[in-house]
């Protein structure tokens, strides 16, 4: 029997022993079964609701999003890092799990491998970073995620004509991770768009992760798509229609779509072979308004703490979760602004371990009828006014003009002592073909209520709107209707969503 031979022999036996793991550990594995509300290794994940992603690795130093493996793993050279002041800022921003990523596209490990040399103890600085993030989220009293790439530029098995032989490396890689560092609580699994979803190994990779750590909540991105066996898929904001689409990746404990954004009336059940599945959804966001994962050499602008705020509150409503990315730089320590940045969100949010998380209040203007002065003509796409009301961020209104308005009908009966608006900007695309530069095209405004007949106006703003504008009134209000007008404009306008809320603190 040659090498090859054994490779595949033995990738067969492990393939049947995980078959004989998964039946005898179901009494205490959270696996995945038909049901209409979640199971306990997802209510654990709901009830954590807010992480902390962090991508680091050889990307970092190359100053790349993705590389292809080629990189030489002396590139890897953190001159001072400090794994323990990650998770410390994770703990004091009000973060209740980091998510760490191990391995990425390009093969490079975090730890100490036995399977490849392509790893951290290879490299100038052979700390286990793996072990050190584990050892902190122990201090910390943090739940340890992580993150591992499928797809894999670097290793040779990745080539392989039998695809079996590489989901053996992965099994084996998973099994150090999965008992070398305690209690995982969430993996994260990327990359499956680069082979068929069936050449994945999907229910061994899950086998082994149940074995281990019981109550881990796994998923693969791009989970959903429309119909069963086929690669088409809808944003998921449009998934708000139960049992309607399916799963890519079966089984999967949740749904992952980086960096989409669910809305306002997400569903919750999915298909898979005609059985009905319950499935909430995890975010992912950059906390830089560049859009990059892994940190640059240069220091790059964070989102505004209004946005911030705000997408908290969308991304960790219906009982979904979100992970903000807020990655270390080449020194391998965490920037000092953007941990300010995380711990003034966690202070703003009145986070804390035993209280559940913060609500953003009710919205009284979803649905609402909208009109406007003028609508932008496309043959391909719609922009009516009924988009800034419908509870996505991903359908929008846009103007044919520059001087446009909008009318929103609202419940009188209703208080309300907020409004958000999210803002479509033109976007800018950055040298590494993932950053972006946006830039807002509305420039003045005023927000007016109706009140005896007569418009009123509540707010005028003065500079440059940005992806998220948030206005905090002192006092309530009520009216049957609402009117932002645009009086400066770089470009004809266009808004993803108004919400008009009432907070209950007014």
């Known amino acids: 029997m040659n090498k090859y031979q054994i490779v595949v022999s033995k990738a067969k036996q492990i393939g049947l022993l995980l078959g004989f793991i998964l039946c005898c550990s179901a009494a205490s594995a959270q696996l995945l079964e038909p049901a209409t509300k979640p199971n306990e290794a997802q209510r654990e994940m709901i009830n954590r609701g807010y992480g902390m992603f962090m991508h680091f690795g050889l990307n970092t130093f190359a100053n790349l999003e993705w590389s292809d493996g080629t990189i030489p793993v002396d590139t890897y050279h953190p001159t001072n890092l400090d794994p323990d002041q990650w998770v410390k800022t994770a703990k004091e921003a009000g973060f209740r799990y980091v998510v760490l990523v191990t391995k990425h596209h390009d093969g490079f490990c975090l730890w100490d491998s036995k399977y490849t040399t392509y790893d951290v103890a290879s490299s100038p600085v052979k700390t286990d970073v793996v072990k050190a993030v584990a050892d902190a989220c122990k201090k910390y009293g943090i739940k340890l995620g992580l993150y591992y790439s499928l797809w894999d530029r670097h290793e040779p ?134 859009w990059n994962w892994f940190q640059k050499t240069e220091d790059l602008p964070v989102r505004e703490l209004d946005e911030l705020e705000e997408l908290f509150y969308w991304c960790t409503d219906n009982d979904n979760t979100l992970v903000i990315n807020v990655p270390p730089d080449n020194t391998g320590r965490i920037k000092e602004y953007e941990a300010l940045a995380v711990i003034e969100l966690g202070k703003r949010l009145g986070l804390s371990a035993n209280k559940p998380l913060p609500k953003n209040g009710e919205f009284i203007s979803l649905k609402s009828p909208v009109t406007a002065s003028s609508v932008f003509a496309d043959k391909e796409n719609k922009y009516e006014a009924a988009a800034v009301t419908d509870g996505s961020l991903d359908s929008r209104w ?32 950055l040298p590494d073909n993932f950053s972006q530069l946006r830039l807002p095209r509305i420039q003045e405004y005023e927000v007016a209520i109706l009140k005896d007949e007569k418009w ?12 998220c504008k948030v206005i905090r009134l002192p006092r309530n209000y009520q009216s049957n209707k609402l009117r932002f007008k645009v009086k400066k404009a770089s470009a004809p306008p266009s808004i993803y969503e108004i919400s008009v809320i009432n907070t209950g603190k007014g």
């Not at 749904?255 to 298909?271: A, C, E, I, M, S």
């Not at 446009?404 to 900007?425: G, M, R, V």
């Open 157 to 290: 098995t990745y080539k392989d004509k039998d695809p079996k032989v590489y989901v053996n490396y992965m099994l084996n890689q998973l099994t150090e991770l999965f008992t070398n560092y305690g209690s995982i609580c969430e993996l994260w699994l990327d990359g499956g768009w680069d082979r068929q979803p069936g050449d994945w190994g999907v229910d061994q990779l899950y086998a082994l992760v149940k074995k281990y750590s019981p109550q881990c909540a796994i998923s693969i991105n791009h989970t959903i798509v429309n119909e069963e066996g086929k690669r088409k898929f809808t944003v998921p904001s449009n998934m708000t229609v139960d049992n309607k689409y399916y799963f890519q990746y079966f089984p999967s404990d949740f749904r992952l779509w980086d960096p989409r954004l669910v809305g306002k009336f997400d569903k919750k059940q999915y298909l898979h072979q005609g059985k009905s599945y319950y499935l909430p959804f995890e975010h992912t966001l950059c906390l830089s308004s560049r």
């Open 398 to 429: 846009a103007a044919a003009d520059t001087l446009a308005e909008l009318t929103i009908e609202l419940n009188p009966a209703k208080p309300f002592n907020k409004i958000s608006i999210f803002e479509y900007q033109d976007t800018k695309q």
């Open 456 to 467: 009123q106006t509540i707010y005028l703003g003065t500079t440059p709107m940005g992806d």
